[in-house]
């Protein structure tokens, strides 16, 4: 069973340290107010309003600005700690100012750009903190003469999609399915969608990157050097700096692309479905991505439906010949798929079933914020049919567990290992994600649906990765480890950090060492750097 979390010691150890090591560090919410903008006037260039970006605890605006981009009902209860500040900067400099301040006043800087990680770790933490929130650097300025695109940090995939549709509708960008999700998080731990088998994670297709290092300077790709630009392609940016923007590498997409979805239940032979899926979505043409979600239903009786969500980056007869010679279980018919440009197909994947337009990929607020939490494996041999039969029974008992899984091969197969800090390449089948979502308030009912994910998580262990049993950092979960320490987080670091990276951990650690020996940019589940010896 998973480690528990053990939250009462973390606090305490936590404002230990936060009194012991900075005499300057005040816990008082009103003066902390007042210190931070003194200190951030004293940093002032000729143009900076420092008093429009501060929000302090009393300032009206302060719930609403610290909700705004807090996508988990988990971390918004009146019970969860809440910042000191939330600090909103409008320029690369204030950005510069924020670090700055945050560093010389001791406390912690938690950064939040889309606000979508699973846990909450870019808006909440046990201990004084300050949030930096990215949400007005939105630009995305796409250079079609050159096929790339600057992206900054608190765009959402939505508008990064939608500003490369308004140039040309033959080019796109290999990210995910969500359009609400931010830019800083995603692209800093990886990134991938349903164009991953034809192109690879978003990581393997930035070419820059500009960063706010712990010393306030702004560095780019050829001045961070080469161990921080591969660190902060899949590592996270948070324990490194603050992202400001990425500059991305624009892919090739088809005037038309086909989607479809096909259902089946156990009834309708879903277990010979699935058999049959691992056989083929892995290893099928590149340009096809076929994600099958599994959930607990009742139709007359308690069932498993299995649905088969499809990507195919070409014309649909193509698409009906070649599954129908490889995956004839699906019984894909011509009339089941739809043909349509790319980026209506990014809004097909997005759910929006309710006639949105392609204008919807800018509203940052589509979805309405349920309590969620989610977990990751990957596998790397075919889970068997009776196998498959005793998961399908546990779901059923458990009534609300579902999982994705999301298939490997083609171009994650080609790139290796180390190439970026995600490890998860050749040899991976596919990845499994555990979801739970529900709307039910309350301790209770919170503790039923954490514990019903967690069991399920510890049924699979038979049939998933194993020494490490991996995880992707992207799918944030702090059952798989937590930085207990607070800063000097190392032995802790062990546990989370192979797991989430593997034999990369090691090489991230060092560059962890070299920018941020202190650890300044430290949280929950950060990158540590080497004990400092006394
Ligand atoms: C509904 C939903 C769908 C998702 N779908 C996918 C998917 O299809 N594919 C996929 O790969 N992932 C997916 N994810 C996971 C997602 O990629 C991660 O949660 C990602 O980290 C979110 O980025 P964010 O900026 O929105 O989050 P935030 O909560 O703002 O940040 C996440 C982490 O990144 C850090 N961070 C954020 N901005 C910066 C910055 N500018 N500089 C340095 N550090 C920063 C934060 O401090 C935090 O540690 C999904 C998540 C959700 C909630
Ligand atoms: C917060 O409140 C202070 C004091 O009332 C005010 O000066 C400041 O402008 C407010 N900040 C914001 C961002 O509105
Ligand atoms: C399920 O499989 C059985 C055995 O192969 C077959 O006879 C039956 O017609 C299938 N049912 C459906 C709904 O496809």
Sequence with gaps: MEKPNSLPFFLCVIVLLLHVSNSQATTSRDSIYHTFLQCLQSHRNQQDHFSNIVYAQANASFTSVLRAFARNARFTSPFIQKPLLVVTPVSEHHVQATVVCAKSIGVQLKIRSGGHDFEGVSYVSQAPFVILDMFNFQSVTVDLQN?????QAGASLGQVYYRIWEKSKVHGFPAGACPTVGVGGHLSGGGYGNMMRKYGLSVDHVVDAKIVD?????????TMGEDLFWAIRGGGGASFGVILSYTVKLVAVPERVTVFQVDKTLEQNATDLVVQWQQVAPHTDDRLFLRLVLQPVVKGQKTIRASVEALFLGEANEVVTLLGKEFPLLGLKKELCHEMGWIDSVVWWANYNDGSSVNALLDRNHYSVHSNKRKSDYVQTPISRNGLIWIWKK?????????????????????????????????????????VSWQEAGAAAEARFLSQIRMLHSYMTPFVSKNPRSAYFNYRDLDIGINSHGKDNFQDGQVYGIRYFKKNFERLVKVKSEVDRENFFWNEQSIPSYPIKA
């Design 214 to 222: 712990v010393k306030g300077r702004i560095l780019d790709k050829a």
């Design 395 to 435: 779901m059923t008992e458990l009534g609300k567990v579902e999982l994705v899984f999301n298939p490997y091969g083609g171009k994650m197969n080609e790139v290796p290992s180390d190439a970026t800090p995600f490890p998860h390449r050749a040899g991976n089948l596919y990845k499994i994600q555990y979801t």
């Design 147 to 151: 096929e790339i695109a600057v992206i």
